[in-house]
Structure formats: structure tokens, C-alpha cells
């Protein structure tokens, strides 16, 4: 596909621009009526908020104009799980993220309130805060609290399916008589003013707490805790960070990714890569709806390239890749191993191991059988079992009301 499949995908992307340029300028100037006003999410600061994080973790950074308080995490996890917020009542944002799978669906992409596929797998939300750009291709893309408007107001693709019923929507949050209070108590700079931008901003609020930094490997690695983990364990590390296997190239650091913001790292690091996963014409194509960042650069060498997202509770949040393509972590080991993916038949039949615009990090390898468990022992040794159950993060209203 080349500088063609871009040239095919213009419309789509001048349409993701555009809606890029709407999100901004909501999130520039949320509020029209008269009294107080929300600054801008912008500059961004330490977070001083308890995140109940184990002493080696870092805190996040987080908006100086949305603060992390206990009174918007409140709200922000209610409206989080309400399917108020949606078209027609029968999703919310939880629908697409679910705790037991770290935030994620189990999809291979997710689908809105039509029915219609996404061209995405659903990302983890878990450590969210510590990602300097959002989603798995839009490096413009920096803050929850615009990254929100995307799946409420998004019309290509529609997901929650809200454009246009801001007014409906904040009716129905009126009718609920605890959201009065929950609001005046999250945002008495405005009055608990029930508003879109204070919506967004306990929706981030609440996603900035869902930090997974107790798996049995952070025992081990970090907490000096040598009996945390079987000696598979700690033979499949080595493997996964030696130069023979690559994969701590773009996996590495607190987050297992090498996409990280936090107190300790201001200044973010940010990365994309392309891994091989297709090659439809020989010449490194991808699929028309799922280009990479070339969607928003415009860039033939951009074509394919994601943003590795972070590994941790990896074993529960397949099926994998940015599309969902690939069902299982042998089956994802088994891509790397390769050097890429080859497709043999159908309209993405190609060799992804001679992707020219391919990542010089994806060479291929082998392993033995004993190897191969030991690698995947490690990945499973990275799954936060109290993060996956914690009641600070689970459903508000099923022990209340039976919400819908």
C-alpha cells in the first residue's frame, strides 16, 4: 500500500484531525455560561495525592487544573461504571474496561453502542497515569481528560455515542439524586456545576488511581522478596531482557513500556514502533484502518508504527496486539520469534518479517520448549491478582441499586 494506502486513508484521517482539533478546543474552553470556570488541562504537575503506591514506585503527573482528590475519584468511578452515559443506556465506560481483565475487554477490538466494530483492541487502563500519550496511535494525545471525549463523542467510531446530547446527558445525571452532592463536593470551584468538563475530569481522576504495582514480580524485583517467585520466573527475565530476545527495548521500566511520564521523569519518553505485524504489498502496508501514527503524521515511514503498551497483568488482557489479532501470548512469542507475522492467504496475506519499515528490534530468535515456558512465566508473574479485585476500583452500584 505505501504512500498509496496513506493517500487512501486521508479522508479518515482528516476526519481524526478534525475531531482531534473539536476535543482540544472543548478541553480549552469547557464552560460558556456565566460565574466560574475551569483552567485549561495543560501544565502538568507531581501528583500529591495517596495512590497507596509501595515505597520504589514513583507518583504520576497529573493536571495542575484537575488535581487528584478523593471527592472526584468518588464521583469519577461512579460515572465510570454508569451507563447513563451512553446513547441509549446500555454501555459505559467500564462495558469496554473491565477490572477482572485489567481494564480491557477480552475482544479482539472493542465494540460501541451500534454494534459496530472498532478498528482497536482495547488498551489496559491500569497505570494509565504514567503514559505521556494516549492510545495506541495519537501522539497528540496527552491527557485523560481530553482522551475521554473520545469514546463519549466520537462519531468515527461511534462508541458511547453522545455527540450532540451533552444537555440529555446531563439530565439524566440531574435525576440522580446522590450526583447533586458528589458533584458540589468534587468541584466547589464551580459550584458542582453538572457540566461535560467536569464529567471528563473525575473520569480522569478515577483512572489515575488504577495502579497495578503489586504483581508477585514486583515482590521480587523491587521489593528484594526472593521467595515471591519460582526460579521459571527468574530465568524467563533473563531471557525477556537479553539482546538475544530484544523485547526490553520497547518494554522495559516500571510500566514495561518505553512510554513513561512520572515525577522522577518529567520530561516523558515516547515511542512507536512497527513490528512486522503485516506487509500487504511488500513494501510494509498495513490495513487501510489501522495505519499507525501515519494516520495523524501523514508519514510513509510511519506506517505501522503503535505504541508499546505496558506488559503488566499481561496474561489476562488478550487478545493482543493494536487490533486484537493475536489470540494468545504463545501465539504472540511465536510473531517475535518469527520476526514478524506472515499472513499466507486472504486481503492481508504478506510476509511481515520483510516489512522494510519494520523495527530493527524485531529480528527473530529461538527458544527451546523449557525456554518458552520460562518466558511465559515471567509475563504471568507480572499479573497484580489484588489489582484485578481491589473494591476501590470495582462496579459502585451493584451492592447498592442494581444499577442497569
Same mark, same amino acid.
Given at each position: 500500500?505505501?504512500?498509496?494506502?496513506?493517500?487512501?486513508?486521508?479522508?479518515?484521517?482528516?476526519?481524526?484531525?478534525?475531531?482531534?482539533?473539536?476535543?482540544?478546543?472543548?478541553?480549552?474552553?469547557?464552560?460558556?455560561?456565566?460565574?466560574?470556570?475551569?483552567?485549561?488541562?495543560?501544565?502538568?504537575?507531581?501528583?500529591?495525592?495517596?495512590?497507596?503506591?509501595?515505597?520504589?514506585?514513583?507518583?504520576?503527573?497529573?493536571?495542575?487544573?484537575?488535581?487528584?482528590?478523593?471527592?472526584?475519584?468518588?464521583?469519577?468511578?461512579?460515572?465510570?461504571?454508569?451507563?447513563?452515559?451512553?446513547?441509549?443506556?446500555?454501555?459505559?465506560?467500564?462495558?469496554?474496561?473491565?477490572?477482572?481483565?485489567?481494564?480491557?475487554?477480552?475482544?479482539?477490538?472493542?465494540?460501541?453502542?451500534?454494534?459496530?466494530?472498532?478498528?482497536?483492541?482495547?488498551?489496559?487502563?491500569?497505570?494509565?497515569?504514567?503514559?505521556?500519550?494516549?492510545?495506541?496511535?495519537?501522539?497528540?494525545?496527552?491527557?485523560?481528560?481530553?482522551?475521554?471525549?473520545?469514546?463519549?463523542?466520537?462519531?468515527?467510531?461511534?462508541?458511547?455515542?453522545?455527540?450532540?446530547?451533552?444537555?440529555?446527558?446531563?439530565?439524566?445525571?440531574?435525576?440522580?439524586?446522590?450526583?447533586?452532592?458528589?458533584?458540589?463536593?468534587?468541584?466547589?470551584?464551580?459550584?458542582?456545576?453538572?457540566? &461535560?468538563?467536569? *464529567?471528563?475530569?473525575?473520569? +480522569? %481522576?478515577?483512572? #489515575? =488511581?488504577?495502579? !497495578?504495582?503489586?504483581?508477585?514480580?514486583?515482590?521480587?524485583?523491587?521489593?528484594?522478596?526472593?521467595?515471591?517467585?519460582?526460579?521459571?520466573?527468574?530465568?524467563?527475565?533473563?531471557?525477556?531482557?537479553?539482546?538475544?530476545?530484544?523485547?526490553?527495548?520497547?518494554?522495559?521500566?516500571?510500566?514495561?513500556?518505553?512510554?513513561?511520564?512520572?515525577?522522577?521523569?518529567?520530561?516523558?519518553?515516547?515511542?512507536?514502533?512497527?513490528?512486522?505485524?503485516?506487509?500487504?504489498?511488500?513494501?510494509?502496508?498495513?490495513?487501510?484502518?489501522?495505519?499507525?501514527?501515519?494516520?495523524?503524521?501523514?508519514?510513509?515511514?510511519?506506517?505501522?508504527?503503535?505504541?508499546?503498551?505496558?506488559?503488566?497483568?499481561?496474561?489476562?488482557?488478550?487478545?493482543?496486539?493494536?487490533?486484537?489479532?493475536?489470540?494468545? &501470548?504463545?501465539? *504472540?512469542?511465536?510473531?517475535? +520469534? %518469527?520476526?514478524? #507475522? =506472515?499472513?499466507? !492467504?486472504?486481503?492481508?496475506?504478506?510476509?511481515?518479517?520483510?516489512?522494510?519499515?519494520?523495527?530493527?528490534?524485531?529480528?527473530?530468535?529461538?527458544?527451546?520448549?523449557?525456554?518458552?515456558?520460562?518466558?511465559?512465566?515471567?509475563?504471568?508473574?507480572?499479573?497484580?491478582?489484588?489489582?484485578?479485585?481491589?473494591?476501590?476500583?470495582?462496579?459502585?452500584?451493584?451492592?447498592?441499586?442494581?444499577?442497569?
Amino acid at each position: 500500500m505505501g504512500e498509496g494506502g496513506i493517500a487512501a486513508s486521508r479522508s479518515w484521517r482528516a476526519g481524526a484531525l478534525l475531531l482531534a482539533a473539536a476535543l482540544l478546543a472543548a478541553g480549552l474552553a469547557y464552560t460558556q455560561q456565566q460565574g466560574p470556570t475551569l483552567e485549561p488541562v495543560d501544565a502538568l504537575v507531581p501528583s500529591d495525592y495517596d495512590f497507596g503506591l509501595p515505597g520504589w514506585a514513583p507518583n504520576p503527573m497529573e493536571p495542575a487544573a484537575n488535581r487528584t482528590t478523593l471527592a472526584k475519584v468518588e464521583l469519577g468511578r461512579r460515572l465510570f461504571y454508569d451507563k447513563r452515559l451512553s446513547r441509549d443506556g446500555s454501555m459505559a465506560c467500564a462495558s469496554c474496561h473491565e477490572q477482572a481483565r485489567a481494564f480491557t475487554d477480552g475482544r479482539a477490538v472493542s465494540r460501541g453502542v451500534t454494534g459496530s466494530p472498532t478498528p482497536r483492541n482495547a488498551m489496559s487502563l491500569a497505570n494509565v497515569a504514567y503514559f505521556p500519550v494516549l492510545t495506541w496511535a495519537n501522539p497528540l494525545m496527552q491527557h485523560l481528560e481530553r482522551q475521554a471525549l473520545v469514546p463519549l463523542l466520537g462519531q468515527e467510531p461511534v462508541e458511547l455515542g453522545l455527540a450532540g446530547m451533552d444537555a440529555e446527558v446531563m439530565r439524566r445525571l440531574q435525576a440522580k439524586p446522590l450526583y447533586g452532592p458528589l458533584f458540589a463536593s468534587a468541584f466547589p470551584e464551580v459550584r458542582g456545576e453538572m457540566s &461535560l468538563a467536569t *464529567v471528563v475530569r473525575a473520569l +480522569a %481522576a478515577f483512572e #489515575r =488511581t488504577l495502579v !497495578s504495582m503489586r504483581s508477585s514480580y514486583d515482590r521480587y524485583r523491587y521489593e528484594g522478596d526472593t521467595d515471591a517467585v519460582p526460579d521459571a520466573v527468574i530465568r524467563g527475565e533473563a531471557l525477556f531482557f537479553s539482546e538475544r530476545l530484544e523485547c526490553h527495548h520497547c518494554h522495559n521500566g516500571l510500566n514495561l513500556s518505553d512510554t513513561v511520564l512520572h515525577e522522577r521523569n518529567r520530561i516523558g519518553e515516547v515511542a512507536f514502533h512497527n513490528t512486522g505485524l503485516y506487509n500487504l504489498d511488500g513494501r510494509g502496508a498495513y490495513p487501510r484502518d489501522n495505519i499507525g501514527i501515519a494516520e495523524i503524521t501523514g508519514r510513509a515511514e510511519d506506517m505501522g508504527r503503535f505504541r508499546a503498551p505496558s506488559l503488566r497483568n499481561v496474561a489476562v488482557t488478550g487478545p493482543y496486539m493494536h487490533d486484537g489479532s493475536i489470540a494468545t &501470548l504463545d501465539e *504472540v512469542i511465536d510473531h517475535y +520469534a %518469527a520476526g514478524g #507475522r =506472515t499472513i499466507k !492467504s486472504g486481503t492481508h496475506a504478506g510476509v511481515g518479517r520483510t516489512n522494510p519499515l519494520k523495527s530493527s528490534f524485531i529480528p527473530g530468535f529461538s527458544l527451546t520448549r523449557e525456554e518458552r515456558g520460562d518466558l511465559i512465566a515471567f509475563l504471568q508473574s507480572l499479573t497484580d491478582e489484588g489489582f484485578l479485585r481491589d473494591p476501590r476500583f470495582s462496579n459502585p452500584w451493584i451492592s447498592q441499586e442494581r444499577h442497569p
